[in-house]
T-cell receptor, first 113, second 114 residues
Framework: EAGVAQSPRYKIIEKRQSVAFWCNPISGHATLYWYQQILGQGPKLLIQFQNNGVVDDSQLPKDRFSAERLKGVDSTLKIQPAKLEDSAVYLC???????????FGEGSWLTVV | AQSVTQLGSHVSVSEGALVLLRCNYSSSVPPYLFWYVQYPNQGLQLLLK??????LVKGINGFEAEFKKSETSFHLTKPSAHMSDAAEYFC????????????FGTGTRLTVIP
């Protein structure tokens, strides 16, 4: 069974530029998550989708971050404009439904210079 | 509110020695508890989870953890460390069914000395 796929794996951008990350969850998983992991810290939830609806985006900095899951399958996370403090690993994860085990992708590593 | 505290950001053990990684949680409802492992440049892999069944939970790669409600702890152990166990380990808590957003600790980096 294929795992959670993410791209790109690595990205370096200058501050104030924009970046987008893509995620394809495990087939059949209705719940999709984006986590931000800053170096030396544990992952922090940015946004949670159930199918194509947002369940929780309370920790998403909405002035610069946006995410969508239009067809209830793959998802895109966008940052515009990027700040130095956005340098982190962005982890996508999915679960069959709320309450089931969450499976993580390998992450997209962002460096803002 | 839920939170997790992992005592010790770095732990070093000799190969073959006992591994003990500490995790204490805070939760206003009966928690679900998890241990994830992260190898360099990789995502998080589930080691084991506690979901209100048996208090001693066995996971992959010989790891196990015991839920102790009186101590609000969920420490991770392995009887004999292997070089391949060197990684970052994260403890996480959720409210369980109906709301499974994971709240992670800051992680413990395990070094295994040959």
């Amino acid at each position: 069974e294929a795992g959670v796929a993410q791209s790109p794996r690595y990205k370096i951008i200058e501050k104030r530029q924009s970046v987008a990350f893509w995620c394809n969850p495990i087939s059949g998983h209705a719940t999709l998550y984006w986590y931000q992991q800053i170096l030396g810290q544990g992952p922090k939830l940015l946004i949670q989708f159930q199918n194509n609806g947002v369940v929780d985006d309370s920790q998403l900095p909405k002035d610069r971050f946006s995410a969508e899951r239009l067809k209830g399958v793959d998802s895109t996370l966008k940052i515009q404009p990027a700040k130095l403090e956005d340098s982190a690993v962005y982890l996508c994860a999915s679960s069959f439904r709320v309450g089931n085990t969450i499976y993580f992708g390998e992450g997209s590593w962002l460096t803002v210079v | 509110a839920q939170s997790v505290t992992q005592l010790g950001s770095h732990v070093s053990v000799s190969e073959g020695a006992l591994v003990l990684l500490r995790c204490n949680y805070s939760s206003s409802v009966p928690p679900y508890l998890f241990w994830y492992v992260q190898y360099p440049n990789q995502g998080l892999q589930l080691l084991l989870k506690y979901t209100s069944a048996a208090t001693l939970v066995k996971g992959i790669n010989g790891f196990e953890a015991e839920f102790k409600k009186s101590e609000t702890s969920f420490h991770l152990t392995k009887p004999s460390a292997h070089m391949s166990d060197a990684a970052e380990y994260f403890c996480a808590v959720s409210e369980g069914t109906g709301a499974n957003n994971l709240f992670f600790g800051t992680g413990t980096r395990l070094t295994v000395i040959p």
